[in-house]
């Protein structure tokens, strides 16, 4: 649609009895421009609202807000909410956004919307919307949008954006605007909301807290007073007019300005003599302004000219002139002639839009209600039919004309259903899935031909997936029921339904529908496929009744499979991610990663997911790679970020990226990209997975910090150790809880938790300490009841985590040991760990080894030993962030009688000379006492220098060449 430049132009009626808030429009443009009664002050934005009924003045109110913030040289958006077109997706935003486009190529709008275009660009209708499997989801959109609002406010300061008539702004634009609403004072904008309160839908909460903002009640719009209607009278009709024929025009009007004025032009058309013996006369007049009156003043300018009017109503506001012609089935002339005559009427007037085109617009929407309401409902439904057809023709595509096919009667039509269809994808590929659901929900009411019903279905059930996964499931069973549905689609229904299956929480059954299908698949590449869908979702079922077996299962097929398509490395990769979990040689996890990465894998993939890199990439972090494992999540985030997925998709990688740098010992980073994931887990709903996974790394992170209070905080706000998730979900909830209570000192309780979830792990064959590590808290936790038990449970530890083999979780486990021994085999068993952790990427837990080894040497009378190993630990646990443990080293530092030592500080990943040079020969395959040769030094240093290039590069020994190179 075009989108009208100027004003209305009915609204002309003179500003009376608006001193109040014409002020605050003056005072708040003024705050906007940086001016005051007291001379220049910072610039400052916000939101202003005004509420009032139809026709009380609201236009004319923010046309004076226009002329105001024009004459004070701002940048002014405006837009208007329209009636007819509240379901068209982002109809608000595209009237705000397009006349700043308008006049640029194609060529200069990619250079302005950067990496932003293919995500916002089919939203503000500057190009048509991409035909491909993957779509940006709305909350993407929303963020471009922010970008987009924000650049140009920032490039064309002071902005001032106007919308009226927001009771009818469609739903995308409205949840942009009120979510953008908080930034406007930050960013020095002036949002100006008008709006019927009693015509806001009940579905809009935001919009009503948008109107009452902070606490603050909008402006409401009062009728006018008999005294300002007397001026309008007598300025239309003459000074002679008598006070009781002005009365008698504010008592039939109710003080309404538009009322009022409209019955004001109709007396002077019928050069009405304002006395009071025209009163009879008068109220006939007035019956004609609004109402049944207005339709019968209509249908007197003959059946043609209601006819452009009726086609006017029904294809909504600011429609270029030709296309209401053909809608009513006039000429040129007849057009013409039609349009003279209802600007006459004060029914139409014609206004110039953005494409330089005439454009008709009712002078009121009041008008335009009036006018669409008369139109009996046969003819109604017909020239809709009639509006669909002409916009299609007039090239402006399947998503102008979708609005009126709604409003059709379903009649089996295939060219209603392909329109629709197309419309739904154009509306999914802009962002604005609800409206792709209208859109084939009715094409499914059409019906479809029963060789595309199964499609349809399918499209439905897809669209309905992340907003209503419970309707996608029915929907995706009928599609599935379907007769008609050929061995191609009935795959792809097959693994959407089971991604619906699994993200309600009905993994078992994703898994038996999965079994069921692939022994109808006639094709061997097709059963490969649903059998990797399948280990994909048993993986994570924790009611999963052999595990083990599963395991067995795919540890036959990895052996016979070389990972020649997409759905082999999917199979090599839950391979790789099955043996880090059940604590197999990290050696064959990472053997079976590395063949599951040659090739290339897509985080994007709507049919594959993205769960098999995110595994594989952390199964990378267990096998003590992070750097790597933090390039895979890094590749995620780029490709989620240019496909405008923002939502829970983004949720998981920042998460797990924070969880890297937890592992890593960047705690403050950790924690950063932890927030940031619960925060778009929160905005995306509660009791997501998405969330159970930040808040168990947000705990775990803050723990690590020395922050227990805050952790506490955390997990009673997300009500953390109320109950726990039917998924697999890493780190482990309940373990996770058990820690925080251990931290508080609630040994009893920790513990039961702690052992109930190690026996739900063990009973899955979950047996790696590095992936979840209950068994070393929990002998913590024994360690003060029951000192046996505890060090049974660190030896059953130590034994699980040197069959895995990686030195971070020997280092972890050992130091938890010697927390259950005496002194001095405590002392041996330390000096054992800081040995591993040092051949390690894991900082912190180097750190409190380093410092429980001080420790422990303080107690065995070593104090120069142990004071070099307390200042190691207390300036690794300082570069960590792990200020608790920092401090405890501090502490242990003093009591020891000794000065702590100013801070080094030094760059996380630039490596030394020295530190470049023992990474070289390491790389070489030298061990720690050969390069001490090389390097004319002794192994324990070469030992300290390794482990800072372990740390910094995020890898092991074993990875360390890869490292190097990369």
Known sequence: MSHVTEPRGWATQPLLERESEIRAIHRAVDELCGTSENGPTARRGGVLT?????????????????????????????????????????????????????????????????????IVAPALGLTAASEGPTAPDPQGVRDGLDWVVTHLTVRSAPVVLILDDAHWADAESLAWLTAFAARAEELAMLIIVACRPDEIPAGAGALRALMGRQGTRPHELAPLTTSAVARIVRDALGQSADDVFCRECWAITGGN????????????????????????????????????????????????????????????????????????????????????????ARILTVLTGLRRKE??????????????????????????????????????????????????????????????????????????????????????????????????????????????????INQLRAALEEPKAEQGLREAITYRLAQALAHTGQLAEAAGLLQEEAKRATSSRTRLRMQAEQFKWNSVRVDEENSPARSRLLAQFAKRITGRGLA???????????????????????????????????????????????????????CDQPGRAEDLFNTGIVEFEAKGWRGAHLSFVYTLLGYVRYRRGRLAEAEDFVRNGLQIADRVGQGIPAQWYAIGTLVETLLARGNTEEALR??????????????????????????????????????????????????????????????????????????????????????????????????????????????????????????????????????????????????????HRAAQQLYRGMETAAACGADGLARRARSQLVSAGLRPRRLHTFEQDTLTVAESAAAEHA????????????????????????????????????????????
């Open 923 to 966: 790389a070489l395959g030298l061990d720690n006492t050969a390069i001490a040769a090389q390097m004319h030094s002794n192994p324990q240093a070469v030992s300290e220098l390794l482990s800072a290039v372990f740390t910094k590069l995020g890898t092991d020994r074993l990875g360390l060449r890869r490292a190097l190179r990369n």
């Open 714 to 863: 955390v997990a009673h706000t997300y009500k953390l150790g109320e109950g726990f998730p039917a998924a697999v979900v890493y780190p482990d909830p309940q373990a996770v809880w058990g820690k925080l209570l251990l931290a508080q000192g609630r040994i009893d309780e920790a513990m039961q938790h702690l052992a109930a979830a190690g026996k739900r792990l063990d009973l899955r064959g979950t047996r790696n300490p590095s992936w979840s590590p209950w068994q070393l808290d929990l002998a913590l936790a024994q360690v003060s009841r029951a000192p046996d038990q505890a060090r049974a449970t660190a030896a059953e530890a130590v034994a699980r985590a040197r069959a895995f083999g990686t030195s971070s979780v020997i280092g972890h486990a050992l130091r938890v040991s010697a927390a259950a021994t005496d002194p001095a085999h405590a002392a041996v068993l330390l000096q054992e760990a800081v040995g591993h952790l040092e051949q390690s990427p894991a900082a912190c837990e180097l750190a409190q080894a380093l410092v429980d080894h001080g420790t422990a040497l303080h107690t065995l009378g070593d104090p």
């Open 257 to 344: 300005p538009f009322e009022v004025v409209e019955l004001a032009m109709k007396g002077r058309d019928r050069e009405l003599k304002p006395h009071q013996d025209s009163i009879p006369e008068l109220r006939d007049l007035a019956s004609a302004v609004k109402g049944s009156g207005l339709i019968d003043r209509l249908e007197q300018l003959g059946p043609s000219i209601v006819r452009l009017a009726w086609a006017a109503a029904v294809l909504g506001t600011a429609v270029p002139t030709g296309i209401v012609g053909s809608v009513a089935a006039l000429g040129d002339a007849q057009v013409a002639d039609a349009i003279n005559k209802l600007r006459a």
């Open 359 to 472: 454009v008709v617009e009712f002078f009121h929407p009041l008008v335009a209600t009036a006018v669409y309401r008369s139109i009996p409902p046969g003819v109604r439904v017909a020239m809709h039919g009639m509006a669909a057809q002409a916009l299609v023709d007039d090239g402006q595509g399947a998503a102008a004309a979708a609005r009126h096919l709604l409003e059709m009667h379903p009649d089996g039509d295939p060219w209603v259903v392909q329109q629709l269809r197309q419309a739904a994808r154009d509306s999914f590929s802009a962002g604005a899935p609800d409206a792709a659901r209208r859109y084939l929900a009715r094409a499914l009411r059409e019906p479809p031909d029963v060789e595309d019903r199964a499609e349809v279905l399918f499209e439905l059930g897809s669209a309905n997936l992340l907003h209503d996964p419970a309707t996608t």
């Open 568 to 622: 082999e490395r999917h199979i090599l990769g839950l391979r790789a991610w099955d043996a880090a979990m059940r604590g197999e040689p990290a050696t064959t996890a990472l053997e079976y990663a590395e063949q599951a990465l040659d090739g290339g894998m897509s985080w994007t993939d709507q049919d594959f997911g993205f769960e098999v890199p995110s595994v594989i990439a952390v199964t990378l972090m267990y």
């Open 50 to 118: 005004f509420a009032g009924s139809g026709g009380i003045g609201k236009t004319t109110l923010l046309g004076e807000a226009r002329r105001h913030a024009a004459e004070r040289s701002c940048t002014v958006l405006f837009a208007r909410g329209g009636e007819q077109e509240k379901q068209v997706p982002f109809h608000v935003m595209r009237q705000l956004i397009q006349p700043a486009f308008a006049a640029m190529t194609e060529d200069e709008r990619r250079d302005v919307l950067g990496t932003w275009y293919s």
